[in-house]
């Protein structure tokens, strides 16, 4: 029967995901239907600040891409998602994100003023102010899905628990009785077909123990692969985020359109977000099923392979326009679509080993 605090936590991640998307709508076309954003310099110009955007474009991108994926293991009927504690984890940390990105999103429209003189309402502060309220309002729902994963988590626990003392204390039945002398009487447990599958299967696996313990290297590998391929994909997120804005602070750089400048942030700094998550989850001992894992790894091609394609464009489009390009920015622009190709192969590899091994993460 389904609990009471399943269907709470489906609801609750239904309305974050339908929150998460009128908060993305509004920040990608709020302002007149053009790139709103969340922070910047107060001048004429208005100038949106990169790490500000950086960040607010990981966090409510990487957040839609995480609650749909963990909706979608709740639609597969499993329960592995109550016993991760990477959900507790990115709940927690989304709580502070949100806020963090609400508060910078109100400070900065809140006192926003347009171009015009003696217009005193301006539409893009009212959708900015909108999008901050919205943040905050996350933020808070994000806090009560927290609550909810905690009460999931701590239940599992206990199940398991009991479900291992009940386990230890059964005693099979006696086939025989013992002879009221007691001299030289025999007792004989019952052996049901189950006993004997799992003493077949303990002898299967002492077996495989004994090869695996010829050979550390292969267990280490064996034991740590998913978490190396994480590692490895942070990595190269980071290295990736790092080329592109130091590309994008160059002005011929900046000048490309902003709609493909937040397509290359969303995926970089939203799965440096996810990744790190799921890293501090494995290092408490917990880890994420295989579906939820390979749910990460095939967002995580589309993701990248976009901005990639976007960066190629951008670079083949803008750099034999210009008479005088800044070879060095370009080279960085260039070198992190390099990376974002390398981390499509790498969410390629683990999406497939995942699956071939049906593997934890």
Not at 52 to 68: D, F, N, P, Q, W
Not at 96 to 105: C, D
Request: charged share 15%.
């Amino acid at each position: 029967m389904v609990s009471v605090q399943t269907i709470a936590t489906i609801v609750v991640k239904t309305f974050k995901i339908v929150l998460n998307i009128v908060i993305l709508v509004l920040y990608r076309t709020g302002y007149n239907g053009e790139f709103l954003g969340v922070g910047g310099t107060w001048n004429l110009n208005e100038e949106k600040n990169p790490d500000a955007e950086i960040v607010a474009s990981g966090v409510i991108v990487g957040y839609l891409i995480y609650t749909l994926v963990q909706i979608v293991t709740f639609l597969f009927g499993t329960t592995e998602h109550k016993r991760a504690l990477s959900e507790i984890v990115m709940n927690f940390v989304g709580v502070f994100l949100w806020i963090a990105v609400g508060a910078v999103a109100l400070h900065y429209w809140g006192g926003y003023q347009g171009e015009h003189q003696y217009q005193f309402v301006f539409a893009e502060k009212q959708v900015g102010l909108a999008v901050g309220a919205l943040c905050v309002i996350n933020g808070a729902v994000y806090l009560l899905d927290t609550a909810l994963s905690v009460i999931h988590f701590t239940k599992e626990i206990k199940e398991f628990l009991c479900d291992v003392d009940v386990e230890t204390a059964k005693i099979a039945p006696l086939t025989e009785t013992v002879s009221e002398y007691g001299g030289g009487a025999r007792v004989v447990w019952a052996m049901s077909a189950g006993d004997r599958e799992a003493e077949a299967q303990a002898k299967k696996g002492d077996e495989a123990a004994s090869n695996d313990r010829d050979s550390r290297a292969a267990a280490a590998l064996k034991q740590y692969w998913c978490v190396g391929l994480r590692a490895l994909e942070l990595i190269i997120a980071v290295i990736a985020i790092g080329l592109i804005v130091g590309a994008l602070y160059s002005p011929q750089v900046v000048q490309s359109d902003q709609r493909h400048i937040a397509v290359i942030y969303s995926a970089y700094s939203s799965y440096i977000i996810i990744t790190g998550v799921l890293i501090i989850a494995r290092l408490f001992g917990e880890s994420p099923g295989w579906r939820t894992s390979i749910g990460f790894s095939v967002l995580g091609v589309i993701m990248f392979t976009a901005a990639a394609a976007v960066i190629f464009y951008d670079w083949h489009r803008s750099y034999y326009t210009n008479l005088r390009p800044n070879k060095q920015a370009y080279d960085l622009l260039i070198a992190s679509g390099v990376f974002a190709v390398i981390e499509v192969v790498v969410f390629l590899v683990h999406a497939f080993i995942t699956f071939r091994e049906d593997a934890d993460y």
